[in-house]
């Protein structure tokens, strides 16, 4: 069903489609915009092109033809192979209309790498956003990720609608928002950790899941966040929003920003 969700003018392109890019992906098109993608695994585009969208065969190519390109990858090293390898994103900002095209930062990276890249695409004449997301997989398809953003503010305010109910603008330094990223999945890690120590006691004592999930709901801890686990817990469904090996990295990120 399609979002009532006016659509941009400008030319959207999607650099990733894991779990979170594939349904940013579909949000866009469901609201009309013109998307292109690309992603390292080719097969991974199809679904896409088969309900709208254009693939293009390298970033560079992605880049020549969109106006405004979001990228939603595994992590820091991923956006510096996406950015520097042959073919990729820096080299059509090279050769662009100076302050044309703007490149949007999803992907959770530490602040460093995020200054890096903001320096390159700057550099070349291009916008950069860094517009970290925070959410599960759900909210993702609600359009109601949290994203938190930093730098261009004129990028901000342009298609961002089919993407999150919810943005907020921090400020024009690049980092700031990679930071609140990071203690957010810090916060976010300790606090599933802890609920599932809480479950399994509950189940060892041979009490009801259900009924704790209850009394939880009532209590002053109670949050959106730890209701859906929870809830998971008790019907055994343990699908992730996150896989454990990025889960851990962005822990581990986290911990590094810790010893600054």
């Given at each position: 069903m399609k979002k009532y969700i006016a659509p941009s003018s400008d030319k959207i392109g999607m650099i990733g489609l894991g779990m979170m890019g594939q349904r940013i992906i579909k949000n866009l098109l469901d609201s009309g915009h013109d998307v292109s993608v690309w992603n390292r695994t080719p097969e991974k585009c199809k679904q896409f092109v088969d309900i709208g969208a254009k693939q293009f065969l390298t970033p560079a190519e992605l880049v020549l033809n969109c106006d405004i390109i979001f990228c939603c990858v595994s992590g820091?090293?991923?956006?510096?192979?996406?950015?520097?390898?042959?073919?990729?994103?820096?080299?059509?900002?090279?050769?662009?209309?100076p302050r044309k095209k703007a490149y949007v930062e999803m992907t959770c990276i530490d602040s460093d790498t995020s200054r890096v890249i903001a320096e390159c695409i700057t550099k070349r004449g291009g916008r950069y956003l860094e517009a970290s997301i925070i959410g599960s997989i759900l909210l993702a398809e609600k359009s109601s990720l949290l994203m938190l953003a930093a730098e261009d503010r004129d990028t901000f305010v342009r298609c961002f609608a089919a993407i999150s109910k919810y943005r907020c603008y921090l400020s024009s330094d690049v980092g700031e928002a990679s930071?609140?990223?990071?203690?957010?999945?810090?916060?976010?890690?300790?606090?599933?950790?802890?609920?599932?120590e809480t479950m399994l006691v509950v189940e060892r004592l041979n009490l009801s899941k259900k009924s704790f999930l209850e009394y939880l709901k009532l209590s002053n801890i109670t949050c959106p966040f730890y209701a859906e686990k929870a809830q998971a817990m008790v019907m055994n469904n343990f699908s992730t929003d996150i896989s454990l090996k990025y889960q851990q990295q962005h822990l581990n990120m986290s911990l590094a920003l810790g010893s600054y």
């Open positions: 820091p090293k991923a956006v510096k192979f996406v950015a520097s390898q042959v073919d990729g994103i820096l080299q059509r900002f090279e050769n662009s209309e930071k609140y990223t990071l203690i957010q999945s810090m916060l976010t890690g300790t606090a599933c950790v802890g609920l599932a």
